[in-house]
């Protein structure tokens, strides 16, 4: 499936900022089943430097710096990528047990070396003896790491409501356990933090994904949002991304920018201004088939 993608922000500032920088996960990588076409990036006014690396993860990072006095600032990214669905259902009870992935990683070898560097606390990923309380009732004796992840993304859907006015990307996660409440970034933050509770490494995914009106409704532009979701190492199935704000195993609708340890890896864009005072962000993210 061919995708096009639009995310746009306008920052605006109540006094003129001087000298502003800014960092942007905002172009997809290339992964299995998924392939980038295309990419631009426009920023209003234009900066006065601007550069591309890659970081610690293998994502694609833009760098602004804004040398020009202003009071709004625009950038839009504009994406096509290229999204493969499965090869089939994900066998997941024939994935390896939860136990015997932490006797691998107990061994310390050089293939779980990467997977490990997603198998601790991290900034926004932290817990106490409640998480890893709610993820024990999945992870039970033998049980196929998949199927019990899997067991712990349904319990999350159904156990929280999405709700976008009670939480932000620092909301604590025993908070968010305290709460049931919560969007994508929180849901994705909870199992990562359970299942890291268990010393099973787990990764945040940051991207897109397509969503559908209701019957007989016109799909609104800039009705879409940046999603979050998870990927958990599974042995000799490699990385599965699951989704647990809508209960699935992620596939072709899903379009992935970046991950990392947790939001603060991958946010679409940070940085730091000199000036500029109380300011407003509007946020707009438009995904279609390609036409």
């Known amino acids: 499936m061919l995708y096009d993608v639009r995310h746009e922000t306008i920052l605006e500032y109540e006094q003129v900022v001087s000298i502003s920088h800014h960092v942007l996960h905002l172009e997809p990588r290339d992964r299995p ?141 025993r908070q968010v356990l305290k709460m049931r409440k919560g969007v994508c970034q929180d849901f994705a933050h909870l199992q990562i933090a359970c299942l890291r509770s268990l010393g099973l490494p787990a990764r945040y995914v940051s991207g897109y994904l397509l969503t559908h009106p209701p019957p007989g409704q016109p799909k609104l532009v800039g009705s879409d949002a940046s999603h979050a979701w998870i990927s958990i190492w599974a042995g000799e199935h490699n990385w599965i991304d699951l989704d647990p704000t809508n209960n699935v195993i992620a596939d072709h609708e899903h379009i992935t920018v970046g991950w990392g340890r947790d939001y603060g890896d991958v946010s679409p864009m940070n940085g730091f201004i000199i000036g500029g005072g109380a300011h407003t962000v509007d946020v707009g993210v438009d995904v279609a088939p390609a036409a």
């Open 33 to 173: 089943r998924q392939s980038r076409v295309q990419f631009n990036l426009s920023v209003e006014p234009v900066p006065s430097q601007q550069s591309r690396s890659t970081d610690y993860f293998g994502n694609h990072v833009h760098h602004l710096t804004m040398q020009e006095p202003h009071r709004k600032l625009i950038v839009e990214s504009r994406s096509r990528v290229d999204v493969q669905p499965l090869d089939g259902p994900v066998e997941i009870g024939s994935s390896p047990s939860w136990e015997s992935l932490l006797a691998q990683l107990g061994a310390a070898n050089g293939e779980v070396l990467e997977p490990m560097r997603f198998a601790f606390g991290s900034p926004y990923v932290f817990w106490d003896s409640d998480v890893r309380d709610y993820a024990l009732p999945s992870f039970t004796p033998n049980r196929p790491i998949l199927e019990a992840a899997m067991d712990l993304t349904s319990r999350i859907f159904a156990d929280f409501e999405y709700d976008g006015g009670v939480s932000d990307v620092s909301t604590p996660v």
